[in-house]
C-alpha cells in the first residue's frame, strides 16, 4: 500500500479539514528530523527549513503520482537530501566556488557522505526503537538480553526462568517483527 494512499488525493469541502489534519500530521511527525539533516547539509538554518517545506509540499500536492517504495521516512530524506545537496551546488555556483579541480571535488563529495551517513544513522537508530517499543514484552527482553547484553540463549533461559525453546521462539517473533518494520531501512 502507498504510505499516502490513506490520504485524500484531491480535497472537496468536507475532506478538507481531514486532508488538512493528515498533512499537519506529516509534518508534525517528520519535519525536526529533516530540518535537522538538510542543516547540516546547507549550514542555514532558514535554508534548510525553506528546502523542508518546499519537499514536504511538494510532495503533498503530488501525492497521487507519486511512488515511495521504502516507505514515507525514507522517501521525504531522500528529497530533502536531493533538495538541499542542488541548494549548495547553486550557491557555490553563484559564489563562484565551482571549481574543476577533482581533489577539492572529493573533499567536498566525502564531506557530504559523512553527514548523510550521520543522519542515516540517527534514523536507523530512531527506527530500531520505534520498532523494539513495538515488540510483545517477553520477544523485546528476549532480543535486548541476547544483542544488547550479549547473552546465549541457555543464559537467557536460566535468567528468565524458562525453556530455551521459549527462548528462541520469542528471538524468532521478535526477528521476524524487527525484520518487517525496519524494511524500509534494508539495503
Avoid at 27 to 32: A, E, I, M, Q, S
Avoid at 106 to 132: F, K, N
Avoid at 156 to 164: M, P, Q, R, Y
Wanted: with cysteine; net charge neutral.
Amino acid at each position: 500500500m502507498h504510505p499516502l494512499d490513506r490520504f485524500p488525493a484531491r480535497s472537496s469541502a468536507p475532506d478538507e479539514s481531514a486532508s488538512s489534519d493528515a498533512f499537519d500530521h506529516i509534518v508534525r511527525t517528520h519535519y525536526p528530523r529533516l530540518a535537522s539533516a538538510v542543516h547540516q547539509i546547507v549550514r542555514d538554518r532558514v535554508a534548510a527549513e525553506d528546502i523542508v517545506q518546499d519537499a514536504l509540499l511538494a510532495t503533498w500536492r503530488n501525492r497521487a503520482a507519486v511512488d515511495i517504495p521504502d516507505g514515507l521516512p525514507a522517501y521525504l530524506y531522500q528529497a530533502c537530501r536531493n533538495r538541499a545537496l542542488n541548494h549548495v551546488r547553486d550557491r557555490r555556483r553563484q559564489d563562484g566556488t565551482i571549481t574543476s579541480d577533482p581533489e577539492r571535488a572529493a573533499q567536498v563529495a566525502s564531506r557530504t557522505e559523512g553527514v548523510d551517513d550521520d543522519v542515516i544513522a540517527t534514523e536507523l537508530q530512531h527506527a530500531l526503537q520505534q520498532a523494539l517499543a513495538r515488540l510483545a514484552p517477553g520477544a523485546r527482553e528476549v532480543f535486548l538480553l541476547s544483542r544488547a547484553r550479549g547473552l546465549t540463549y541457555n543464559e537467557i533461559a536460566t535468567v528468565l526462568e524458562v525453556s530455551v525453546k521459549t527462548v528462541e521462539t520469542q528471538m524468532s517473533r521478535a526477528l521476524r517483527v524487527l525484520r518487517e518494520q525496519l524494511r524500509p531501512w534494508r539495503d
